[in-house]
């Protein structure tokens, strides 16, 4: 059994940390880190009831905005910068979430596979058109402007696939 010493805390973190080093004090950092950890798994438990028992997904064109906000178009929009590639041929996943490079994190997948794009509320740490957390900039972002004004002939261009629901046995 773990005994402290009668001068130990054993719930209190210590951190030595240089006064000029400019960085925040331990405690601050501690709660930032707690703060961002709750945020996204309180994201991660919002997308998956979204889902909800029959697998509902996002209509095709806020599918089709969000492959643009990630992807961006390859003529004048470049990717996001979170953007990531997969250590699996041909996939990618965002860096920006820190959820990793999982099957289940993974932005697109195969026609008939459930992809992270089509959750119903899906977070996007940038808050880009398309995903449940979207918010007007409010200073100039000029990748974010280029998608919120993009042509709508050109967004029905891009090609996107989306699983199909479980069928009602009824």
């Known amino acids: 059994m773990f005994r402290p010493c009668n001068n130990c805390n054993p719930r209190e973190i210590k951190y030595k940390l240089d006064p000029e080093s400019g ?29 909800g028992l029959k697998n509902k997904k996002v209509d095709i064109p806020v599918k089709k905005l969000r492959v643009l906000s990630c992807f961006g178009d390859k003529n004048t929009i470049g990717p996001c910068k979170h953007l990531r590639t997969s250590s699996t041929e041909g996939k990618f996943y965002c860096g920006g979430c820190n959820c990793g490079d999982k099957k289940n994190t993974w932005l697109v997948a195969e026609e008939e596979e459930y992809s992270k794009l089509d959750y119903p509320k899906l977070n996007c740490p940038l808050k880009m058109p398309g995903f449940s957390n979207y918010e007007l900039s409010e200073e100039y972002n000029k ?14 261009l891009i090609e996107v696939t989306s699983p199909n629901p479980e069928k009602d046995e009824n």
């Open 23 to 51: 960085r925040p004090s331990s405690e601050k950092e501690m709660k930032n880190m707690m703060k961002r950890g709750l945020s996204m798994i309180q994201s991660f438990a919002l997308s998956m009831a979204s889902r």
């Open 143 to 156: 990748r974010k402007s280029q998608i919120e004004t993009y042509d709508i002939d050109k967004l029905n």
